[in-house]
C-alpha cells in the first residue's frame, strides 16, 4: 500500500477500535462511558451484529492490501468490545491470509507474565510468524475496572520486569527460575515457544512520558503513541531516537509507528461533511469519563503529573463532551481526498522518521 505516496518501505495497518454505538438516548447523563457505565446497557443480539460486522472489516483490511491489522484491548466500556484482544487475534488469524496481526495488546502489568508468553507464542505459532505485539501501560480507567487489585503506583516497576521476564521466557531455554520484586518462579518453562525466533516483534505503546520513551529505547523495542496532540508526538519521536543512539542501537523507521485518524473520501470537502460527526462521536460520547478514573493516585509518572498540572489539569482546551472540529486539529488528523491524505501522511512520516502508519 506505501507505493501509493511514493514511500515504498511504509508498512500501512489497519485499527478499528470495536465500539458499541447503541448508546441510550440519555448518554449525556452519564459522566462516565467507562468503569461505571451500566452493562445493562448493552444488548447481546446488536453485539453479535457489531462484533461480525467489525471481523468483516478487518478481514477486507487483509483482501484490500493492508501489511498488517491491530487490535487492542480496554475493559468495562462502550469505548470498544475487545476486553481481551488475544481472542479478536486469534479470529483473525484464522480469517485473513498475508497482513501482519499486531496486538496492542493485553494488559502485562494486569496478569502473570508467563501465561501471556505462552499466549502470545501461540498465536505467532498460529499465524505462522504473522504476530506482532504492542505492550500499552493500561488507561487509568483500567485499573479501576480490575478491582483495584493492582495499585496504580507500582504498575511501572511490575509493566517493565513483567516484560523482562516475558522476552526472557521466550528467548531462554527452560525451565528456568526468577525470584523478582513481583514475580516469582521455580519452574518458567513455556510452551510453546514464538514461531518467530528469537522473539516477536515488540513496540511499548506511551502517551510521551519520558520513563516509556527510555525504557522501550534502552531495551531496544519499539515505540508507539497514542493519540496526543502532535507537538508532544514530535518530541517524544525526538527523545526516542536519541535515546536509542545513546544505547548504541539506533532507531530504524520500522521501529516507529505513527497513529492517525484517517479518512479518504472523493473531495476535501466531502471527507471532512462525512467524517465530523463520527471522530467527534469518539472523542464526545466513547471517550468520556471522569478525572477520577482518568488519572488514579499514582497512575501517572512525576514528570506526566508535572505537565498536566502545568497545562491547568487537561488534556485538550475543552473536556470530552463539547469538543468541536477546530478542538482536535492538534492531533494527527487528516481527512480530504486521496492526493490530500498522501500528500499529508506523507510529510507526517518526514517529520517523524516513523515507517509505519496505524490509521
Not at 40 to 57: Q, S
Not at 120 to 136: I, S, T
Not at 162 to 183: C, I, K, M, N, Q
Not at 326 to 339: C, E, K
Request: hydrophobic share 40%; net charge negative.
Amino acid at each position: 500500500m506505501s507505493d501509493a505516496i511514493g514511500e515504498p518501505d511504509v508498512k500501512f495497518y489497519y485499527m478499528s477500535l470495536m465500539p458499541y454505538t447503541r448508546l441510550p438516548e440519555n448518554e449525556a447523563d452519564y459522566a462516565s462511558l467507562w468503569v461505571d457505565f451500566p452493562n445493562r446497557l448493552y444488548d447481546p443480539v446488536h453485539g453479535h451484529a457489531l462484533l461480525n460486522r467489525y471481523l468483516d472489516e478487518y478481514v477486507e483490511a487483509d483482501r484490500l492490501g493492508f501489511d498488517g491489522v491491530v487490535v487492542n484491548e480496554h475493559h468495562s466500556t462502550a469505548y470498544s468490545l475487545k476486553p481481551t484482544t488475544n481472542l479478536v487475534a486469534s479470529a483473525l488469524i484464522q480469517r485473513t491470509r498475508r497482513a501482519r496481526i499486531c496486538v496492542m495488546g493485553s494488559l502485562l502489568n494486569m496478569q502473570y507474565p508467563n501465561r501471556l508468553a505462552e499466549e502470545y507464542a501461540l498465536l505467532d505459532v498460529m499465524a505462522a510468524g504473522r504476530f506482532e505485539c504492542a505492550f500499552p501501560f493500561g488507561t487509568g480507567m483500567e485499573y479501576w475496572s480490575n478491582a483495584a487489585q493492582i495499585n496504580p503506583a507500582t504498575a511501572r516497576a511490575r509493566f517493565r520486569e513483567g516484560l523482562d521476564l516475558l522476552v526472557r521466557a521466550w528467548t531462554e531455554d527452560g525451565p528456568f527460575s526468577h525470584d523478582g520484586e513481583f514475580y516469582n518462579y521455580k519452574y518458567l518453562n513455556i510452551w510453546p515457544r514464538p514461531y518467530q525466533r528469537p522473539h516477536p516483534k515488540i513496540f511499548l505503546v506511551g502517551g510521551g512520558s519520558a520513563e516509556t520513551i527510555d525504557f522501550a529505547a534502552q531495551r531496544g523495542h519499539g515505540y508507539s503513541l497514542v493519540l496526543v496532540p502532535k507537538e508532544a508526538q514530535d518530541a517524544a519521536y525526538t527523545r526516542y531516537k536519541k535515546k536509542r543512539a545513546e544505547h548504541g542501537n539506533p532507531a530504524q523507521p520500522d521501529d516507529m509507528i505513527l497513529t492517525i485518524l484517517c479518512y479518504v473520501a472523493e473531495t476535501d470537502q466531502i471527507a471532512r461533511r462525512e467524517y465530523e460527526p463520527h471522530v467527534l462521536w469518539m472523542f464526545n460520547k466513547a471517550l468520556r469519563t471522569e478525572l477520577r478514573y482518568l488519572a488514579p493516585p499514582g497512575y501517572l509518572s512525576e514528570s506526566a503529573l508535572r505537565r498536566q498540572l502545568e497545562a491547568g489539569g487537561a488534556l485538550y482546551t475543552k473536556g470530552p463532551g463539547s469538543l468541536e472540529w477546530d478542538d482536535i486539529q492538534n492531533l494527527r488528523l487528516v481527512a480530504g481526498s486521496p492526493d490530500t491524505v498522501a500528500r499529508v501522511v506523507k510529510l507526517w512520516l518526514e517529520e517523524t522518521g516513523a515507517g509505519r502508519v496505524i490509521a
